[in-house]
Nanobody, 124 residues
Framework: QVQLVESGGGLVQAGGSLRLSCAAS????????MGWYRQAPGKQRELVAV???????NYADSVKGRFTISRDNAKNTVYLQMNSLKPEDTAVYYC??????????????????WGQGTQVTVSS
């Protein structure tokens, strides 16, 4: 079964830190790109950070210098370390991976898979 399980969200005061984790099931393999997105109520979903198979990273301007994305390939897991959190960071955060998968007797290459989302709320 293809599954991405997110954890680490919660309520934190401005200036605090959280670390989000997203673990992909072993049915997903050859993962090339992993990223984090977020969506606040009434707003468009936006890319927060992305990391490639070559460990190249890219960040939204709003989080540069505060957030760090990393990955553990052996665990099929991507992390987002969030420091100096601001109320503007409040949103549901979603992880996404792009890779190959084998399930239901079929092989799929280059598919996108999403986590269930985890709420991050920053109070001021």
């Amino acid at each position: 079964q293809v599954q991405l399980v997110e954890s680490g969200g919660g309520l934190v005061q401005a200036g605090g830190s959280l670390r989000l984790s997203c673990a992909a099931s072993e049915s997903i393999f050859s993962i090339n790109v992993m990223g984090w997105y977020r969506q606040a109520p009434g707003k468009q979903r936006e890319l927060v950070a992305v990391i490639t198979s070559g460990d190249t990273t890219n960040y939204a301007d709003s989080v540069k210098g505060r957030f760090t994305i990393s990955r553990d390939n052996a665990k099929n897991t991507v992390y987002l370390q969030m420091n100096s959190l601001k109320p503007e960071d409040t949103a549901v955060y979603y992880c996404k991976v792009r890779g190959d998968a084998y399930y239901s007797g079929s092989y799929y290459r280059g598919g996108d898979y999403w986590g269930q989302g985890t709420q991050v709320t920053v109070s001021s």
